[in-house]
Structure formats: structure tokens, C-alpha cells
T-cell receptor, first 111, second 116 residues
């Protein structure tokens, strides 16, 4: 069964303290892996798509990487406005468009 | 360049009533997806639709839930005879469709359904 597990569930950092969020996945043939950001009371906001192991993508203070079993979202020198829940999701090659989401990591950045 | 629109943003129903949730995809998008998010849980896929067609409804409960995406107008997620367990945030997403390749899905702000 296709599955996505994110860790940690919650992470509190001081402003400027870099860290990484983990997304482990089990899927029968990966078509793509997505990262989204979700603020309280809002819909997920698309961040990145990764297609194959070894791929990396960057956006401001965020960098996403992908291996055959997991993805990392690295956050460098975070600011309070980076506080949000970060969601990882995968799509299998066998699926027309169904995306399977992890439960997310709640990131809190203290000033 | 409007994004995905959902209405209402908040909906309160009593047990046994019907709930209708609407979703207008981004301009130029012809594929629509519905997800449900329970408190403290991740998003769960419900259904994937194209105009006038249900492509994948493997995540939809077998009873009381239905979805449509007519040729004209928004996509509708309909919940009949609501129960307290239906209380959740319901998100709609859309993608362009027709490319044959992996497409990012763009999400609306959600409808928060509360069943009293």
C-alpha cells in the first residue's frame, strides 16, 4: 500500500536556526513527490515537485531533495514567517492523478 | 488571475441535513480533485473528476457522498444526511489536464463544514 510518513510531527526552532524535515515514502513506482505549505485556516500552497532520486530544488530559504526512499525539506536561517505546516505528498505511476499526503510537520519559528 | 475558488468558506448543518460544497477551478484547468482534512490529520483524497466524468472515486464513502463536475458551472460535492463525523475541512484542487504528464494540483481555501 502506498504510504507517506513525515517526521517530526512538530518542530520548534529559533529564528536563524537551520534544520530539516523528513518525508519517507513507500510507493509502487514514483511518478512525483510534492511539497506544500499550509497556513492555519488556508488551503495548501504548492512549493516543489521532485521527479527522480538525486533531484534538488530551491526557493528562498527552502531546499527540497529526493532519494529513492525519502525526501528532505531543508530550511536555512528560518524566519518567523516560515512558520506553517509543511506537507509532503506522492503520486504513483499507477495513478491517474491521485495524490497521497503525509500528516505534515508543524514548524514554528520563534523570533 | 483568480485561483481555485470554493464556497461557502464555512457551512453549518444539523444532523440529517444536506451539505453542498462548490468549487470553481483555476482558469484553464479542466481537472478537479476533492480532499477531506479531519482535525489533526492529513489530507485524504476523495474523488477526481474531469468535465462530466468521474475518473477516480476510490476515496469517496460509498453512501451519502456524491460529486459532479458539469459541462457548465462549478464542481459540486454533495453530502446527504450529514452526521457529526462529516465535520471537517473539504478542499478542492485543480490541474490543467490534457498534458499526459505529472501535473501540480493547486488548492482552494477550503470549506469548513460543522455538523451540529
Amino acid at each position: 500500500e502506498d504510504q507517506v510518513t513525515q517526521s517530526p510531527e512538530a518542530l520548534r526552532l529559533q529564528e536563524g536556526e537551520s534544520s530539516s524535515l523528513n518525508c519517507s515514502y513507500t510507493v509502487s513506482g514514483l511518478r512525483g513527490l510534492f511539497w506544500y505549505r499550509q497556513d492555519p485556516g488556508k488551503g495548501p500552497e504548492f512549493l516543489f515537485t521532485l521527479y527522480s532520486a538525486g533531484e534538488e530544488k530551491e526557493k528562498e530559504r527552502l531546499k527540497a531533495t529526493l532519494t529513492k526512499k525519502e525526501s528532505f525539506l531543508h530550511i536555512t536561517a528560518p524566519k518567523p514567517e516560515d512558520s506553517a505546516t509543511y506537507l509532503c505528498a506522492v503520486q504513483a505511476k499507477s495513478s491517474a492523478s491521485k495524490i497521497i499526503f503525509g500528516s505534515g510537520t508543524r514548524l514554528s519559528i520563534r523570533p | 488571475n483568480a485561483g481555485v475558488m470554493q464556497n461557502p468558506r464555512h457551512l453549518v448543518r444539523r444532523r440529517g441535513q444536506e451539505a453542498r460544497l462548490r468549487c470553481s477551478p483555476m482558469k484553464g484547468h479542466s481537472h478537479v480533485y476533492w480532499y477531506r482534512q479531519l482535525p489533526e490529520e492529513g489530507l485524504k483524497f476523495m474523488v477526481y473528476l474531469q468535465k462530466e466524468n468521474i475518473i477516480d472515486e476510490s476515496g469517496m464513502p460509498k453512501e451519502r457522498f456524491s460529486a459532479e463536475f458539469p459541462k457548465e458551472g462549478p464542481s459540486i460535492l454533495r453530502i446527504q444526511q450529514v452526521v457529526r463525523g462529516d465535520s471537517a475541512a473539504y478542499f478542492c484542487a485543480s490541474s490543467p489536464g490534457g498534458t499526459g504528464s505529472l501535473e501540480e494540483q493547486f488548492f482552494g481555501p477550503g470549506t469548513r463544514l460543522t455538523v451540529l
